[in-house]
């Protein structure tokens, strides 16, 4: 069987390509009881991070270089 037509091996492949970002975790609140998985950890922090609404500054630090950031204000009332 070729590996790659093997969908489990696929998908390790493909999950495993996120480990090379080490993504920060966070954990879970006492009111879930189970047991969250690494990479459910990774989207529970880049969720709540996400809530909280973006740094421009912070961001333009992360920015790839083909990208520039942007402020944009509204001076409308």
């Known amino acids: 069987k ?3 037509d ?3 091996s696929y ?3 493909v999950v495993g390509a996120a480990d090379s ?3 920060e975790e966070m954990e879970a609140p006492g009111t879930l009881t ?3 998985r ?3 950890k990774q989207a529970l922090y880049w969720m ?3 809530e909280k609404g973006i740094d421009v500054d912070k961001a333009a630090e ?3 270089p083909c990208w520039e950031a942007y402020r944009i204000c509204d001076e409308r009332a």
């Open 38 to 40: 690494p990479y459910q």
């Open 2 to 4: 070729d590996e790659e």
């Open 48 to 50: 709540s991070e996400s």
């Open 11 to 13: 998908m390790n492949r």
């Open 62 to 64: 992360t920015l790839h």
């Open 6 to 8: 093997d969908p489990e």
């Open 21 to 23: 970002y080490n993504l």
């Open 34 to 36: 189970c047991n969250l």
